[in-house]
């Protein structure tokens, strides 16, 4: 059974810093295969795409409003993503999601990724 779990989110002020991870077990091929992305819903708005990996680790995107301040990575020998957010802003309040996509290039949207997170709640206060 796939499994992605998250961890990290929290209470932080505006300015502030939090990383994300999230491990993956169960996946049907090696970790190393798949691209990892992370997306954000706040309440009332769509998923929205974040940041993204491929599967080697070389190549990175990430949306407009994050760049420059969040950085995604990730550690194959420990299954793991990770997204360092950093300069938080209060409007990025949400619950982050991370996703897996067997096709392992860069994906930004979620109808490319097959596995989902259950979520971790981020709260920026102001």
């Not at 209060?90 to 990724?113: H, L, N, R």
């Amino acid at each position: 059974q796939v499994q992605l779990v998250e961890s990290g989110g929290g209470l932080v002020q505006a300015g502030g810093s939090l990383r994300l991870s999230c491990a993956a077990s169960g996946l049907t091929f090696t970790f190393s295969s798949y691209a990892m992305g992370w997306f954000r819903q706040a309440p009332g708005k769509e998923r929205e795409f974040v940041a993204a990996i491929d599967y080697t680790g070389a190549r990175t995107t990430y949306s407009d409003s994050v760049k420059g301040r969040f950085t995604i990575s990730r550690d194959n020998a420990k299954n793991t993503v990770y997204l360092q957010m950093n300069s938080l802003k209060p409007e990025e309040t949400a619950v982050y999601y991370c996703a897996a996509d067997v096709i392992g290039s860069i994906a930004t949207t979620a109808s490319e990724y097959e596995h989902w997170g259950q979520g971790t709640q981020v709260t920026v206060s102001s």
